[in-house]
T-cell receptor, first 113, second 112 residues
Framework: DTAVSQTPKYLVTQMGNDKSIKCEQNLGHDTMYWYKQDSKKFLKIMFSYNNKELIINETVPNRFSPKSPDKAHLNLHINSLELGDSAVYFCASSQAGQGAEAFFGQGTRLTVV | DQQVKQNSPSLSVQEGRISILNCDYT??????FLWYKKYPAEGPTFLISISSIKDKNEDGRFTVFLNKSAKHLSLHIVPSQPGDSAVYFCAASLWGNEKLTFGTGTRLTIIP
């Protein structure tokens, strides 16, 4: 029974396409995140949502649009994919105010060709 | 500007010995520090944390030490076991803040 699950696990797509990554958590947490791990293995926060409200937006291009239909779900939609978007994207969740002790999903490896 | 640094990309340790992973940070405002463990094709898993009001926190085989004056923390694993082989990320945040700043990770290999 996975705590934070994201789909798909692998995504290969062509430049210019639009794609979505879905994330769901069953931990009852109020806060959800998207992190990006690039080719240099840097793991950086992209967005944070608390109870469906955007809290953190770390200067991510506006081609990236998170959507939170409810506090258990945070999806990531990416428009006009570019080669540089290739990375592993991690969804995570935590109790509000305890962002540090976040629970991560298994990651989605996005490859743009 | 990398505010959290792990200068050793890899470390090999004999099974049963102590593993010491190091982390340095530059932002003196950070007051909460964590270690995450990551296996291939999985997400990071929280391991242990420490707040800036402490200099040591222990949980079983894992101990984290914090030296605020040096802006340095370390993770000690003793005794090291083969299952400890993974990438370890150091992370820092402001207490109550949602954002984690991660280091680049250290790949720990435990040699049987």
């Amino acid at each position: 029974d996975t705590a934070v699950s994201q789909t798909p696990k692998y995504l290969v797509t062509q430049m210019g396409n639009d794609k979505s990554i879905k994330c769901e958590q069953n931990l009852g947490h109020d806060t959800m995140y998207w992190y990006k791990q690039d080719s240099k293995k840097f793991l950086k926060i992209m967005f944070s949502y608390n109870n469906k409200e955007l809290i953190i937006n770390e200067t991510v291009p506006n081609r990236f649009s998170p959507k939170s239909p409810d506090k258990a779900h945070l999806n990531l939609h990416i428009n006009s994919l570019e080669l540089g978007d290739s990375a592993v994207y991690f969804c995570a969740s935590s109790q509000a105010g305890q962002g540090a002790e976040a629970f991560f999903g298994q990651g989605t490896r996005l490859t743009v060709v | 500007d990398q505010q959290v640094k792990q200068n050793s990309p890899s470390l090999s340790v004999q099974e049963g010995r102590i593993s010491i992973l190091n982390c340095d940070y530059t932002n003196s405002m950070f007051d909460y520090f964590l270690w995450y463990k990551k296996y291939p094709a999985e997400g990071p898993t929280f391991l242990i944390s420490i707040s800036s009001i402490k200099d040591k926190n222990e949980d079983g085989r894992f101990t984290v030490f914090l030296n605020k004056s040096a802006k340095h923390l370390s993770l000690h694993i003793v005794p090291s076991q083969p299952g400890d082989s993974a990438v370890y990320f150091c992370a820092a945040s402001l207490w109550g803040n949602e954002k984690l700043t991660f280091g680049t990770g250290t790949r720990l290999t435990i040699i049987p």
